[in-house]
């Protein structure tokens, strides 16, 4: 693998240089592009049934609300099993899925329910596919080209979102929503294919674990990671108004510009165009403005644009402004997620992006059923018009509270260097009568007699000078969410009442496993800084004991 250029000097196109990247990317891109004609096939056909605006939006809703309620697993399975095998599976799911929704369309026995249930099902299985999607791409890609490779993603998405609707919209008015279905399951087909010919992926090592323990994990990383979290808390206050463009769009485009498939398909064109072009200008703009200010910049313009999209009875104003609209929606989505790619350590990836998707596909089927209900008690153009508010509004949060910077953090993964512990006893199981004594060299590898054993206490006692307390006591709030982060079910401080000069740092792991997985793979650069400071404000190293719970008889 070639060195990476330097940032300045790359181009946004630099991933596709990677073979297997290049070939997964394209795959993506035509599946991408059959599930936006399946989303125009499905709203056309039920406004052709003249559905409500609520059972319009009711699409939006089906195809998101599975990785709400089941994203987080989701990461977790892409963790425990085999990515490539996984995405096969789901691969294969939705070709069946898909010729089963175009027979049933092209026989005449589609209903609206139907349709929906078919919807949720394909959702479904992308709520399976995009954690595990997501979390191969740092797998294939230097850890430089992150950024690069989640913007190319939002290009491959916009393109989709350009060609598809064009597409559907031409096919649905020749030859019908069933020929729109099957051309969906043949896309699905082609990322088959490319998976099958893949042959030389290798799964990352890591230490097995139970499925409710690594959810758990999961959601006590992203509650712990400042960074994460509000990355997640200003997505959602983002994506909830502004999906009500998409899921109203389509109304829009038959009752207020007057206008067929053929011009709805041409309206998504004019969006997914802004965002590819966006996708190139972002990056230069992130660059020098930095990931808050682009944010807070593009949900301006998006709310600005909906606003006046909610408004114009004008095709040619519409496209004009959509185009910008799609421009201001890659400034908030790639951004978003070409951080959180990037600063994820890979432990934790695919569940922390597991609940990325389940913030955006979630607050996707929230915002359109909220549309939906609206547009349907107060009018489509004052729902889209409120809905431009608020995003605006979620902007200009940020001039308040602007989001934590990522360019000088340490996220490359290390091991907590085991040289470093003292001698430490450990309860043993299989021998209540007495202890094992090991030393470091049987810490880093001999411990199997108590893998996986019950609740695991560890004390670390710190000796502090008193013209050092107030500060190491403050520091140790950061270490707390280091080690929350890393497995911590529960986490103290302690005064030794007998020693006033010590103090004792005490936290709880669900098991001995974890916290060999927390010695060996779940500190970064930025945790290993904060316990090497912490001993600095002590005098002398720390001692370190650990107790692993015993079964009661």
Do not use: K
């Amino acid at each position: 693998m070639s060195e990476p250029a330097p940032a300045a000097a790359r181009s946004a196109l630099a991933p596709l240089r990677l073979t297997v990247f290049r070939w997964l990317w394209i795959a993506a891109v035509v599946s991408n592009i059959g599930s936006w004609m399946q989303t125009v096939g499905a709203q056309w056909f039920l406004v052709d049934n003249q559905s409500s605006p609520t059972l319009i939006a009711l699409v939006q809703t089906a195809a998101a609300l599975p990785v709400l309620l089941f994203g987080l697993g989701a990461g977790v399975i892409s963790e425990l099993f085999n990515r490539r095998r996984l995405l096969i599976g789901v691969q294969a799911f939705q070709v069946c899925v898909g010729v089963g929704l175009a027979a049933l369309t092209a026989a005449g026995e589609m209903t609206p329910a139907l349709l929906l249930v078919a919807t949720f099902l394909i959702g479904s299985a992308n709520a399976l596919q995009l954690p595990a999607y997501m979390a191969l791409v740092p797998e294939i890609v230097p850890r430089p080209l992150i950024p690069d490779a989640a913007t190319l993603s939002s290009i491959g998405v916009n393109i989709a979102r350009a060609v598809g609707p064009a597409v559907a919209g031409i096919a649905i008015a020749r030859l019908g929503v069933p020929f729109v279905f099957a051309v969906n399951a043949a896309s699905f087909a082609v990322f088959l294919v490319v998976l099958v010919a893949w042959r030389d992926y290798r799964p990352p090592r890591q230490r097995a674990e139970p499925f409710l323990d690594a959810a758990r994990a999961g959601l006590r990383y992203v509650r712990y990671a400042g960074v994460v979290r509000r990355l997640y808390v200003q997505l959602a206050l983002f994506m909830i108004p502004a999906n009500a463009l998409w899921a109203l769009l389509p109304v829009i485009a038959s009752t207020q510009l007057r206008v067929g498939s053929n011009g709805y398909g041409l309206l998504l064109f004019a969006v997914g165009t802004g965002a590819i072009v966006g996708a190139f200008v972002i990056n230069a703009a992130r660059r020098r403005l930095g990931t808050s200010m682009i944010v807070t910049v593009s949900s301006f313009v998006y709310g600005a644009g909906m606003a006046l999209v909610s408004r114009s009875h004008s095709m040619v104003v519409t496209l004009v402004v959509l185009v910008v609209v799609g421009v201001a929606w890659i400034g908030v989505i790639a951004t978003i997620n070409g951080v959180v790619q990037s600063f994820l350590p890979s432990w934790v990836r695919a569940r922390g992006l597991s609940v990325y998707q389940v913030t955006l596909f979630g607050c996707t089927a929230l915002g359109s059923a909220i549309a939906g209900a609206l547009g349907t008690a107060i009018g489509v153009p004052v729902t889209v018009t409120l809905a431009g508010v608020l995003a605006i509004l979620s902007g200009g949060v940020l001039l308040v509270r602007p989001l934590l910077t990522t360019a000088d953090r340490d996220r490359a993964v290390v091991a907590l260097p085991l040289t470093d512990l003292p001698t430490v006893t450990v309860s043993e199981p299989d021998d209540l009568e007495g202890h094992a004594t090991m030393d470091d060299g049987d810490f880093a590898g001999q411990m199997t007699p108590v893998t996986g054993a019950g609740h695991t206490l560890v004390l670390v006692r710190y000796a502090v000078p008193e013209s050092r307390r107030v500060e190491f006591i403050a520091h140790m709030r950061l270490v707390e969410r280091s080690r929350r982060r890393t497995g911590a079910r529960e986490w103290q401080l302690y005064t030794d009442l007998e020693h006033p000069a010590e103090l004792v740092e005490a936290f709880m792991l669900g098991s001995w496993r974890e916290h060999l997985s927390q010695h060996e793979s779940r500190h970064t650069g930025d945790d290993i800084a904060l316990l090497a400071l912490a001993r600095d404000l002590a005098v002398g190293d720390p001692v370190v004991q650990h107790f692993v719970a015993v079964d009661r008889v």
